[in-house]
T-cell receptor
């Protein structure tokens, strides 16, 4: 299957600082990537859809000014958690589809565990 | 957006028995239903998927059934093995976009 890589795998940051998480499709181009948040023993909650060359589409209830998404190229999307607070601590995971059409597999990155202290 | 519900949240079976996980979705426009397996601390991996023009799909010990009228789909694992122990997520994808909406997950434990 296709390879999606996230960096870093884990990060600890101080309250008030910003953290950037990268999501790369290593062997295919992804016009669309997706960012999810997962709390322990809970489901993957879709946060936003990242579109190459245009603004991200955020799900209801997700603060776009807090979770900045940039999809500058066909292989890279970034999620920046701004002014992080302890409640932002979570597992963030991205996914990408090899083909933009509906009904095709999405490949996931390995996830980033963020801890805000 | 789409609302996907999944049951049960936890499931324990004896090795060799079958396991069934059920999901319902709310939007009749959804037409793609993948199932992902996630082991602790790892990324979700696709195990099987089904499209709305198909009622059933099977891959060795794993099968998925879809009832479009009732808007529910199920995962069936036969002859379960300890390595099947993981969290399983169903998802639905709407025809108007590429987003996946996930169910709440089922933690499956296969007891040797």
């Amino acid at each position: 299957g296709a390879v999606v890589s996230q960096h870093p795998s884990w990060v600890i940051c101080k309250s008030g600082t910003s953290v950037k998480i990268e999501c790369r499709s290593l062997d295919f181009q992804a016009t669309t990537m997706f960012w999810y948040r997962q709390f322990p023993k809970q489901s993957l909650m879709l946060m936003a859809t990242s579109n190459e060359g245009s603004k991200a589409t955020y799900e209801q209830g997700v603060e776009k000014d807090k979770f900045l998404i940039n999809h500058a190229s066909l292989t890279l999307s970034t999620l920046t958690v701004t002014s992080a607070h302890p409640e932002d601590s979570s597992f963030y995971i991205c996914s990408a589809k090899r083909q933009p059409s509906v009904g095709t597999e999405a490949f996931f990155g390995q996830g980033t565990r963020l801890t805000v202290v | 957006g789409e609302n996907v519900e999944q049951h049960p949240s936890t499931l324990s079976v004896q090795e060799g028995d079958s396991a069934v996980i059920k999901c319902t979705y709310s939007d009749s426009a959804s037409n793609y239903f993948p199932w992902y397996k996630q082991e602790l601390g790892k990324r979700p991996q696709l195990i099987i998927d089904i499209r709305s023009n198909v009622g059933e799909k099977k891959d060795q010990r794993i099968a998925v059934t879809l009832n479009k009228t009732a808007k529910h789909f199920s995962l069936h694992i036969t002859e379960t093995q300890p390595e099947d122990s993981a969290v399983y997520f169903c998802a639905a994808s709407m025809s108007t976009g590429n987003q996946f909406y996930f169910g709440t997950g089922t933690s499956l434990t296969v007891i040797p």
